[in-house]
C-alpha cells in the first residue's frame, strides 16, 4: 500500500512486520459536507453525510424556566468531525525512500438508483444556490470552489486606497473598473478628525472615483457640516441598506468583516480583503469556496425587553467565536419572523464575531416591503429547500431569554446582565452598524421614558450610523413620549448631543476621534469600562488597550448609564 515506486517496479514488497496499512486513506477537510465517519472495528465500513447525523448531535438548547437560559458546556452539542473525534491514526513505514503517496483506495459507496422520474434534483442551502446561481452551477456542495459574478462591491477610507492600488498595479494605470455601476464606495470610518493621513485616504477615493466615473459614491467634502453634504451618508453597512443596494438573492462583498450585515435580505454578503477587492475591481469576480450551513431556529415570543443584539449574544456565547468559522450561518423560525429589518441587520451583523463566513435570513413581506422605495431593479430571493443538508441545527426558546453582555475581552465571553449587576462603570456609547440604527436610538429613548425620565449617571455618547439616521433621531415621536422625539428625550435624560454619522469609536480611530477611549484610568474607576452596543470588545477596540468594554443591547446600555453600573432592563421595562 506504501510501496515506493522503486518497490513497485521490482516487484518487491515492504518487509516490516509491525506495519498493517489501514484500509483507505480520507483526504479531506472539516469545511466539506462531504464527510465520512468511519467505523474500523467489526471490518464495517461506514460513510454518511453530515447532516444525516443521528439527530441527538446536533445541540439544541431551549432553557427551562426555572434554570438559567446560559447551558453548561457538558449540554453543548460536540461535532462529530472534531479532529479528536478521529477513530485511528494511519501507521507509517519508518523505512520509506519516497513520502509520496502511489495509491489510495478510494471508500466503497453504495449504487445510487435512478429516480423514478425525470432527473435528480439535490436539494440545496440558500448560500448555495445564491453562489450556485451567480457561479452558472445547477448544483453546488460546501468545500466547492467556484468563480462568483459579484453584483455589488462596496469598499470604504480604510481599505479603499489599498485596493484600488492593487487593482492598478495588476490591471494597468489607466485600466478601467469593470462596472462603475457595481462598485459602491462610502468614507465612514475616520471621516471627523484632523489626521493628515485619515483626510488623504479620503482624497484618494474621491480622485479615483473622478477617474473612473464610479455612480455610487457618498463623499464628504465639508468634514466641519456633515449635513452640507447632501451626498455623504455614514456607516456603510447601513447606507448600503438604505440606499438600495441590499438585494435578496444577490452577491455583495465588501472590504470590512461586518459586510454580512447585508444578509438580513436574503442575499450572500461577505467581506474580503483588499487584494479581492483590487481583483473585482477588475474582473467582476472572485473564486469563492463555497461554506457549509449551521441553522439556527429561534421560536417564542419576544420578551419586550429582549432585542436583536441579545440573540445574536447569546448564540455567539454557544458557540463561541471560532464556532461558525468559514460557515454560513442561516437564521429562520417564528422569532426572526417577526423582527424588522434593522433588528435583522443586527442579528446578520456580527455572525463574523463567531468566524462565520456569512449570515442569511430568508426575505419575506417586511423584506419586500423594505425595498419598495430603495431600488426600482428586478431581484429574485431564494431560499433553503426543506430537504436541505445543514452541518448543524440549534434551536431556542426565545421566550425564555434574559438580557445578555459579553463580558471584556471577546464577544462570545457571555453572562447575564443580571450578573454583572456590581460592575462600575464610566461610559456608556450607543451607536455603530450594530447599534447605531434608528431602531437602536428608539429603544434606547423608550427605556429613558419608562425610568420616567431619569438623569444618566455616567456620559452616554451617541452616534447615529447615518445622515438619515441622525435625522429619524431628531424627527421620530418616540412611542409613549407624547410626541417627543429621541434628541429632546436624550437632551432631557443629559446625554451627549448626537454626534456626526460615522463609525466613530467602535474602533478607536484616530485620538481626536469622538468618545474614544483615549486614557487607561478615569475618574471613577481604575479602569475605563464601557457598555457599548457595538460589535466587538478586544484590548484596544475603542482606544486604550487597557479600557474595558461590555457589549449589550440598546435597552441594557441605556440601563446602565442611568445606573453607573451594568444593569439589567427589566429593572426599568417591567
Known amino acids: 500500500f506504501y510501496c515506493t515506486q522503486r518497490q513497485r517496479r521490482s516487484g518487491s514488497r515492504c518487509t516490516h512486520s509491525s ?38 448531535m446536533a445541540s439544541s438548547t431551549i432553557a427551562s424556566p426555572s434554570a438559567s437560559f446560559i447551558p453548561t458546556k457538558k449540554e453543548l452539542g460536540r461535532s462529530a468531525f472534531s479532529p ?51 457561479s452558472e452551477k445547477t448544483h453546488l456542495s460546501p468545500g466547492e470552489n467556484v468563480w462568483v459574478d459579484v453584483d455589488i462591491l462596496m469598499t470604504h477610507d480604510v481599505c479603499g486606497p489599498g485596493s484600488i492600488g492593487i487593482f492598478k498595479k495588476e490591471f494597468g494605470q489607466n485600466a478601467k473598473v469593470w462596472d462603475r455601476e457595481k462598485i459602491v464606495i462610502i468614507p465612514d470610518h475616520y471621516i471627523f478628525t ?12 474621491r480622485d479615483f472615483c473622478a477617474e473612473q466615473n464610479i455612480k455610487y459614491f457618498y463623499d464628504i467634502q465639508d468634514r466641519g457640516n456633515f449635513k452640507a453634504n447632501p451626498d455623504y451618508k455614514g456607516v456603510c453597512h447601513i447606507a448600503l441598506a438604505q440606499e438600495g443596494h441590499c438585494r435578496p438573492g444577490e452577491v455583495l462583498l465588501g472590504t470590512d468583516s461586518h459586510t454580512c450585515t447585508a ?57 463561541s467565536v471560532a464556532g461558525a468559522t468559514y460557515k454560513s450561518m442561516e437564521f429562520v423560525g417564528s422569532t426572526v419572523e417577526s423582527l424588522n429589518m434593522e433588528e435583522r441587520m443586527t442579528l446578520c451583523n456580527m455572525v463574523v464575531e463567531a468566524g462565520g463566513k456569512n449570515g442569511v435570513v430568508p426575505a419575506d413581506s417586511t423584506t419586500f416591503k423594505y ?14 429547500d426543506q430537504q436541505a443538508r445543514f452541518l448543524s441545527e440549534y434551536r431556542f426558546d426565545i421566550s425564555k431569554l434574559e438580557p445578555i453582555v459579553a463580558k471584556p475581552h471577546s464577544p462570545d465571553n457571555r453572562a447575564l446582565a ?34 420616567g425620565y431619569k438623569k444618566v449617571k455616567v456620559p452616554t455618547f451617541l452616534v447615529p450610523a447615518t445622515q ?41 480611530g484616530p485620538k481626536d476621534t469622538y468618545a474614544r477611549m483615549n486614557e487607561p484610568k478615569s475618574v471613577r474607576l481604575l479602569l475605563q469600562v464601557c457598555v457599548s452596543t457595538t460589535n466587538r470588545n478586544f484590548p484596544g ?23 453607573g453600573y451594568v444593569t439589567d432592563p427589566r429593572d426599568f421595562l417591567q
Open 19 to 56: 506495519f498493517r496499512p489501514p484500509p483507505f486513506i480520507f483526504l479531506g477537510n472539516q469545511t466539506s459536507l462531504n464527510l465520512f465517519a468511519f467505523t474500523v472495528s467489526g471490518k464495517k465500513l461506514q460513510s454518511f453525510r453530515s447532516a444525516e447525523r443521528p439527530q441527538a
Open 541 to 563: 477596540r475603542m482606544g486604550h488597550k487597557e479600557g474595558e468594554i461590555y457589549l449589550a443591547s440598546p435597552y441594557t446600555a441605556a440601563a446602565s448609564a442611568l445606573t
Open 371 to 384: 425595498l419598495e422605495d430603495k431600488t426600482s431593479l428586478p431581484y429574485e430571493p431564494v431560499y433553503s
Open 194 to 205: 484632523n489626521d493628515e493621513r485619515a483626510n488623504r485616504n479620503v482624497d484618494i477615493l
Open 263 to 319: 444578509g438580513a435580505f436574503g442575499q450572500f454578503a461577505t467581506g474580503i480583503g483588499n487584494t479581492d477587492a483590487g481583483f473585482v475591481m477588475g474582473a467582476g469576480k472572485l473564486l469563492l469556496k463555497v461554506p457549509p450551513t449551521l441553522r439556527f431556529v429561534m421560536d417564542g415570543e419576544m420578551p419586550d425587553y429582549i432585542l436583536a443584539k441579545d440573540l445574536i449574544l447569546q448564540i455567539i456565547g454557544e458557540i
Open 418 to 451: 443580571r450578573e454583572c449587576k456590581d460592575v462600575k462603570i464610566d461610559r456608556v456609547y450607543i451607536g455603530s452598524c450594530t447599534g447605531g440604527k434608528t431602531e437602536d436610538f428608539m429603544a434606547a429613548a423608550k427605556l429613558f421614558v419608562a425610568s
Open 84 to 134: 479528536a473525534s478521529s477513530p485511528f491514526s494511519v501507521p507509517k513505514c519508518r523505512k520509506s525512500i519516497s513520502k509520496k503517496i502511489v495509491s489510495v483506495m478510494a471508500p466503497q459507496q453504495s449504487e445510487r438508483k435512478p429516480a423514478a422520474t425525470g432527473s435528480v434534483k439535490t436539494a440545496m442551502t440558500m448560500t448555495e444556490k445564491i453562489l450556485a446561481r451567480a
Open 468 to 508: 438619515k439616521v441622525w435625522m429619524d433621531v431628531y424627527s421620530l415621536p418616540v412611542p409613549g413620549s407624547g410626541g417627543k422625539t429621541c434628541s429632546q428625550i436624550f437632551e432631557e435624560v443629559g446625554c451627549d448631543t448626537p454626534a456626526s454619522p460615522s463609525c466613530g469609536a467602535c474602533l478607536g
